[in-house]
């Protein structure tokens, strides 16, 4: 695989990453190094898993998530966003509830890197140790995912309160996205 396939096929998986990112660091009120550093670590670490994963279950795991994976993905940031939305806005509620600890960072990060899972199935196919191309992938979704904290704080810093709101409706416009994808490709 050439080099410039690589970076935009880690580029486009991290997408999601990105945007991700920013909507959770939006919400926060102040986010701290220590949030911006599990965010990123999560997203990376999932993202080379999950590529990993694919490329290693080959025919059996990318069939049984090839087509289930939009909706997984779909349910956990609907899920995530519906209790974005309707948490109070409050700063104190906001820091007690930290996005990047706990199940929360796990089911953000899943669902950003499921559609990893395929994308490590199809380099199988394509043969020549393409695994090697997960610690790629995961190093971009980490550095998609720092740019996106940074937009996100930015983002908070003028919104005030609505990012957490905001990015709600966000996460759930982003689990739609890919369940339209899917029935568009099919």
């Keep these: 695989m050439e080099i410039v396939t690589l970076i935009g096929s880690a580029l486009a998986l991290s997408m999601d990453n990105f945007a991700v990112a920013a909507v959770v660091t939006a919400s926060i009120s102040r986010p701290t190094p220590w949030q911006t550093f599990r965010l990123c670590g999560n997203f990376g670490i999932f ?13 059996g795991i990318s069939s049984f ?16 966003g519906i209790n974005m939305i309707r948490d109070p806005s409050d700063d104190n509620r906001v820091d007690t509830r930290d996005p990047t600890r706990g199940w929360k960072i796990i089911a953000l990060s899943l669902a950003c890197a499921v559609d990893s899972l395929v994308a490590g199935f199809s380099l199988s196919l394509m043969g020549s140790g393409s695994w090697h191309f997960a610690p790629v992938f ?28 905001i990015g709600g409706f966000v996460l759930i416009a982003i689990g739609i996205r890919g369940v339209l994808q899917q029935l568009i490709w099919q």
């Excluded at 993202?47 to 025919?59: I, V, Y």
């Excluded at 998530?65 to 995530?80: P, V």
Aim: hydrophobic share 50%.
């Design 65 to 80: 998530i090839g087509s289930t994976g939009c909706w997984i993905s779909f349910g956990l940031l609907t899920l995530l």
């Design 47 to 59: 993202q080379s898993l999950m590529t990993l994963l694919g490329f290693l279950g080959g025919a």
């Design 138 to 165: 995961g190093l971009c979704a980490a550095i998609m995912a720092f740019v996106g904290t940074r937009v996100g704080k930015l983002a908070g810093m003028q919104l005030g309160q609505w990012p957490q709101r």
